[in-house]
């Protein structure tokens, strides 16, 4: 009861602070943005997700979403390949570019902009296929059929997402016989194989121990020299190790956005102090 | 008390009793059937019994029973024993099989030189070797100096016998097709009010045919003169003499005189027989090897028709359908199906596939065969499709199952790779599914081949007189008759003339059924164990 009526304050209180900030938007300026986001909402039938988000992603650094559960961090990132219009009932208002592209003009290939914007799961969900068709997979839907350049984009993949040398000599076998921090990796290397430009991961690291972890970690601050990197997190401490700048979401609207390093130590807001301080969420 | 039921033992004792008793029955069943049906083919003893009106007998003891009786000394009522014998020689005796009461017998013996014939009519022959005579003329006399000859001369005659059914059946048959052939095309040309010139042309095919046919039936006439030029004089028990050609006979041995391993070798031989052979005598006799070879192909037809087609209907239910009351009531009635009678499937196969469809086929494509109905009367197809109608419910609940479980998170890993919904379906879904929909069209497949009823009314036959697939263009008559195991089982259980030797046909017939059963089974789950492997290995 108590709770209720403190997020029903809390509420009000963000709504009171949204109605100040409407008349002018202040996006928060980064280098060289590859997606922008202007004025989305997003409705779950009459419920809404997603307000008012202006937003800019910096090009090649890896951003990190936070905030508490259902606070939208992950239909925002799903906005980003449209996989929340898989959700009958989701309904989108307002732009996404990329590149400066709008990716809910009609006109979208949806499947083109998938291949520009790979993603990673929560849960690593590898095919029932061996190990390499799981990689070879993007190319294949693509038209691609030549053995050698499918070869040659597992090695890559395989290798840019570091997994090449404990698998090189069971490429053949199936995918679902790896340990988990194997299987999440084996998921990136087949998102990175189709060469996205953006890369979105979603708590990638939710269902890993601690030194699978830290491997994905290590991956992460390794693609992101290649890669645009958008990872939520639930973690706080994993967003601050791995990322340049982050986003602290509440209630389905932005609530501070900054470098990672102004977040977590000095944040302008008294609701991302207490969330990163630990104080709620 | 209480907490004797509350630790749950008894629970646990109730099940696994449950269990056992199921299990027990299953086994039981399978006992029955394997111990009445794989005897019938061990050659048996023959046995003589002297009677006290002095009278002979000589058979195969078949049984013995305790009846109630009135005893032939005391003229009370006390239990006593009776035998029951296979006598066999029913063109001389009229009866195969004769009871005799246990205190009738005087004394019994086993001759050495008893012989057994199985014949190409008239069943079982049991007796004695009198003298053998070709071309009227006796070549030799007596059990001992006729034996070697006897049964060389046989494996002679068994190979003209093929000659015959060569030329009679599958040349003069091919020949008396040609000639229909062709008459069907005069008669469709006719009724199109064609020329005169091309019927004559056809017309001199025919004759040519013809001539063909008579040369045949010439050559087939001599070998019907060697056929019974030698011929086999016995003796049956009471002293009766029957002349018969070698030629009928299809196998002679002396079961008294055998060795264990001549009897092993028989038995296989007679194994071999019975799934290789065609039924003779009103199908209590030979093999069943049109039974056999039709209950595959119309399972294997059914299983073509079934899988692709559950499937697709599954795939629109759980894939594409949008989830709804409709969907639902859709899938109810869909799990009711499973339910209904076959019979009633059959019921609807009739006025639907024959007279519908079938009639319609007739109608366009073999208009100058009727009145004659080509598919338009019961044949392997329809029935293969009738039992598709009946067990695509099984298909489309397995694969529905099956398709529920792959994991919405796999999906979505295809479609954020840029895969389209269809691709997605078909490279990742199905694959993953493949486990439980070949469980569905296993448990189709089992369903399937011990069906009957609807079958005696769509197709099935108690003799076809070609298999569904022949030599001859376009070698696969799917619109033919055909037989079935399961039918074959009640018809010569029941239906026979001679249910008494046809008894352990029914059991043989059941036994094979099952081994048939078992085996489309078996081949279905170790595809479906490969696939499980390839797909699942152990993940954490």
Known sequence: ?281 | MNKFWKNGDPFVWLTGVALMFSLLMIAGLLWLIMAKGLGFFWPAGVTEFELQNDTKIMGEITAHEQIRGISGKSDTVEDKFRTQLKIGNRDLFGLDFRWIDDDQIVSQSEPKYAVVMERREWGNFYGFIKEITKNGAVICQGNEECWPKLEEDILVYANIYKQIRKIGKSEIGGINREIENYRLKIRGIELKGGNPEQIKQIEAKIADEENKYKEKEKELSVLYEEFTKEKVVMLSVDGREKEMALGNIVLAFRPNAMNWFQKASLYAHRVWGFVSDEPREANTEGGVFPAIFGTIMMVLIMSIVVLPFGVLAALYLREYAKQGTLVRIVRICVNNLAGVPSIVFGVFAVGFFIYGIGASIDSFFFSEALPNPTFGTGGILWASLTLALLTVPVVIVATEEGLAAVSQEIRHGSLALGATKFETTWKIVIPSAMPAILTGLILAIARATGEVAPLMITGVVKLAPQLPVDGYFPYVHLERKFMHLGFHIYDVGFQSPNVEAAKPMVFTTALLLILIVIALNLTAIVIRNRLKKKYTTSAV
């Not at chain 1, 190319?139 to 030549?146: F, H, K, T, Y």
């Not at chain 1, 998921?187 to 491997?215: F, N, Q, Y």
């Open chain 1, 1 to 281: 009861m108590a709770t209720e009526n403190v997020e029903q304050i809390m509420e009000n209180e963000i709504e009171n602070m949204a109605e100040e900030r409407k008349a002018p938007v202040q996006k928060f300026e980064v280098p060289d943005p590859v997606v922008e986001v202007n004025d989305l909402n997003l409705y779950y039938d009459t419920k809404q997700a997603l307000k008012n988000v202006y937003m800019d992603i910096p090009k090649n650094k890896a951003t990190a979403f936070i905030g508490p559960s259902g606070c939208g961090k992950s239909t925002l990132l799903r906005c980003f390949n449209r996989l929340n219009d898989l959700v009958d009932a989701a309904r989108v208002e307002g732009e996404v570019l990329i590149d400066g592209d709008d990716i809910y003009d009609p006109s979208v290939d949806i499947t083109e902009l998938r291949r520009r914007v790979g993603m990673v799961f929560q849960k690593s969900n590898p095919f029932p296929k061996s190990i390499y068709e799981n990689v070879a997979y993007g190319a294949r839907i693509s038209g691609e059929n030549r053995t050698s350049v499918l070869d040659e984009i597992v090695e890559k993949s395989l290798k840019g997402a570091a997994l090449w040398d404990e698998v090189r000599d069971r490429l053949k076998e199936s995918a679902l016989g790896m340990s988990g921090g194997q299987m999440q990796r084996l998921c990136i290397a087949r998102a990175i194989a189709v060469e996205p430009e953006v890369l979105l991961m979603d708590e990638p690291c939710s269902a890993l121990d601690p030194i699978a972890t830290g491997k994905i970690e290590d991956l992460i601050a390794q693609l992101k020299e290649n890669y645009t990197i958008v990872i939520v997190t639930h973690n706080m401490q994993q967003a601050s190790r791995v990322s340049d700048y982050t986003v602290f979401m509440y209630l389905g609207e932005i609530i501070e956005y900054n470098s990672t390093e102004t977040i977590f130590l000095n944040p302008t807001n008294k609701q991302t102090e207490d969330y990163v301080s630990g104080k709620f969420g």
